[in-house]
């Protein structure tokens, strides 16, 4: 999870920024939810460390992260982001000493989304990129308003990204909930990355 506020304090941890990612290991759901949290990911070891660094989304994919932040990010060694890119984090390790490096993923200004910030994502083992922006942009063909997730077939990743656009999901309208920005997505069970294999949802870790 992250956080939107510059930094807050969690119980029986510590301070967290919104440059960082906290996993929170579940003990019990309900009422009464119970667990700890524990550093996943440190940005600042990596070079997230402005205000326009804010991670905004961030999914899995492989052994590494896509996020994407509020504004501009510069990240070591020349790579320069936006808000509506997705960037790749080929990690070394996670937790409190994170390390590994940086790549262009998405770049949205090449697929018609310049105008928006790319809020949410979640990357499709069919290797489709799902995503929802801040705004209602014209996407190809497609009108999509923030409470509608997007899905990008590729053609290329990276530097000169590619995609033809689909519709993914029609929204919020059957949950009454139209017209609300998505500020989150997922789609299935995640299996996160870890330094010994991968995190899966019961958060036990498995090769």
């Not at 969690?10 to 003990?27: I, N, R, S, W, Y």
């Not at 989304?57 to 990010?73: E, H, R, Y």
């Not at 801040?134 to 899905?151: C, F, K």
Request: charged letters at 20%; one cysteine or more.
């Amino acid at each position: 999870m992250c956080i939107r506020d510059s930094k807050q304090t969690l119980p029986f941890f510590g301070t967290v920024v919104a440059q960082d990612l906290v996993l929170f290991t579940v003990e019990s759901y309900g009422e009464n939810t119970n667990g700890f949290f524990s550093r996943y990911f440190d940005g600042s070891d990596v070079g997230l460390t402005k205000g326009s660094e804010t991670i905004d989304g961030v999914t899995a994919l492989g052994s590494g992260l896509l996020l994407s932040t509020t504004g501009k990010a510069a990240l070591p060694p020349a790579l320069v982001a936006a808000d509506e890119d997705a960037l790749y984090f080929d990690a070394g390790s996670y937790g409190t000493t994170t390390t590994g490096t940086w790549s262009m993923f998405f770049d949205g200004s090449d697929v018609g989304a310049g105008r928006g910030d790319l809020k949410s994502l979640h990357y499709s083992p069919a290797d489709y990129l799902l995503a929802n922006f801040d705004r209602t942009l014209t996407l190809g063909n497609l009108t999509r308003t923030p409470d509608r997730v997007a899905a990008c077939d590729p053609g290329t990743w990276g530097t000169n990204t590619d995609c033809t656009w689909g519709v993914a999901h029609q929204g919020l309208y059957d949950m009454d909930l139209a017209g609300a920005i998505l500020d989150g997505y997922d789609e299935g069970s995640h299996w996160w990355p870890v330094d010994n294999g991968v995190l899966a949802p019961d958060s036990s870790p498995v090769k």
